[in-house]
Antibody, heavy 120, light 107 residues
Framework: EVQLVESGGGLIQPGGSLRLSCAAS????????MSWVRQAPGKGLEWVSLIYSAGTTYYADSVKGRFTISRDNSKNTLYLQMNSLRAEDTAVYYC??????????????WGQGTLVTVSS | DIQMTQSPSSLSASVGDRVTITCRAS??????LNWYQQKPGKAPKLLIY???SLQSGVPSRFSGSGSGTDFTLTISSLQPEDFATYYC?????????FGQGTRLEIK
């Protein structure tokens, strides 16, 4: 059974750093596309970052230069390192597994999310 | 970035109704369009991928259509568990974007 479990969220002051983790089971993180998607309180979904199975990474303009997506193959875990955090980064952060086929990409499994609150 | 615009933003309907939600892309995205359902406090759930392919385990009352810039999600006969928020998402660009969501409420 495929499962994604996020952790690492919490309350952090503006300008601070936080690392989110997404532990996967039932499949191999390094063989799949993986993504982070966030949702500010009461708002819609916002894509944050994507890592291809080959290791290529992509970021939303809103986080580029501040966030870094990575993975640990030995732990089958996806990470999101978040630096220089701002109040507008406050959101529930979801990790999601991407399926790529014939050029298409969709997210078929999602974690339960972890809340990041940036506030002084 | 490619902008995704959903309409309506909210919708009231009754059990048994046929409902259609529209998603428009700011440029052509071929069929690189997915639909998700989200209930309060829960993670999104994939319904439709590649514009019209039904995800495994999703009831057949859900269907998707469209290509280019205009897409629709149709629920043929609303069930009580379908009241939720629906999002479209494009994967044509590596800068992935979601629509703003359509909240489907009970009339």
């Amino acid at each position: 059974e495929v499962q994604l479990v996020e952790s690492g969220g919490g309350l952090i002051q503006p300008g601070g750093s936080l690392r989110l983790s997404c532990a996967a089971s039932g499949f191999t993180v390094s063989s799949n596309y993986m993504s982070w998607v966030r949702q500010a309180p009461g708002k819609g979904l916002e894509w944050v970052s994507l890592i291809y199975s080959a290791g290529t990474t992509y970021y939303a303009d809103s986080v580029k230069g501040r966030f870094t997506i990575s993975r640990d193959n030995s732990k089958n875990t996806l990470y999101l390192q978040m630096n220089s955090l701002r109040a507008e980064d406050t959101a529930v952060y979801y990790c999601a597994r991407g399926v790529a086929a014939a050029g298409f990409l969709w997210f078929d499994y999602w974690g339960q999310g972890t809340l990041v609150t940036v506030s002084s | 970035d490619i902008q995704m615009t959903q309409s309506p933003s909210s919708l009231s309907a009754s059990v048994g109704d046929r409902v259609t939600i529209t998603c428009r892309a700011s440029q052509s995205i071929s069929s690189y369009l997915n639909w998700y359902q989200q209930k309060p406090g829960k993670a999104p759930k994939l319904l439709i991928y590649a514009a019209s392919s039904l995800q495994s385990g999703v009831p057949s009352r859900f269907s998707g259509s469209g290509s280019g810039t205009d897409f629709t999600l149709t629920i043929s006969s609303l069930q009580p568990e379908d009241f939720a928020t629906y999002y479209c998402q494009q994967s044509y660009s590596t800068s992935i974007t979601f629509g703003q969501g359509t909240r489907l409420e009970i009339k």
